[in-house]
Nanobody, 131 residues
Framework: QVQLVESGGGSVQPGGSLRLSCEAS??????LAWFRQPPGKEREGVAS??????????DYADSVKGRFTVSLDNTKNTVYLHMNALKPEDSAMYYC????????????????????????WGQGTQVTVSS
C-alpha cells in the first residue's frame, strides 16, 4: 500500500482557482490520480497521470476538461491538480489515489479513471466553491 497525503483544499468563490497536491510514500505505482466525492454522491474520477517510464498522457473527466490540469513533479511521486474556473458543482472531498493499471492510448500511456484500478487512497482534502 502506498501512503498518500493530500493538501491544498479550501474555500474559494466561483471562478477562482486552487492547486491540490498529493505526495506518495514510494514509487511502486504507474498511476497517480484524483477522485472526488460530493456529499451524498458516489466517488468519481477527476484526472490521472502516468508515473511510469515512457510517454504518458493524462485522462480527465469531461466535466473538468479545459479547466483542470494534472501534473507531476520531477520525482513523479507528487501529483498536482490545478483547478481553474471553479464552479459550485466542483465542491467535494478530493482524494488522491495510486495504482498500477495503465493502458496504451496511442500517443502515450494512460491511467483510466476507474476506481477499481486504484489500490491506495489518501484521506482527502475538502474543496468548497461558493459565493
Amino acid at each position: 500500500q502506498v501512503q498518500l497525503v493530500e493538501s491544498g483544499g479550501g474555500s474559494v468563490q466561483p471562478g477562482g482557482s486552487l492547486r491540490l497536491s498529493c505526495e506518495a510514500s514510494d514509487y511502486l505505482h504507474n498511476c497517480l490520480a484524483w477522485f472526488r466525492q460530493p456529499p451524498g454522491k458516489e466517488r468519481e474520477g477527476v484526472a490521472s497521470a502516468y508515473t511510469g517510464n515512457g510517454r504518458g498522457t493524462p485522462d480527465y473527466a469531461d466535466s473538468v476538461k479545459g479547466r483542470f490540469t494534472v501534473s507531476l513533479d520531477n520525482t513523479k511521486n507528487t501529483v498536482y491538480l490545478h483547478m481553474n474556473a471553479l464552479k459550485p458543482e466542483d465542491s467535494a472531498m478530493y482524494y488522491c489515489a495510486a495504482g498500477q493499471s495503465r493502458t496504451w492510448a496511442g500517443v502515450g500511456w494512460k491511467c483510466i479513471l476507474s476506481e477499481g484500478d486504484f489500490s491506495s487512497w489518501g484521506q482527502g482534502t475538502q474543496v468548497t466553491v461558493s459565493s
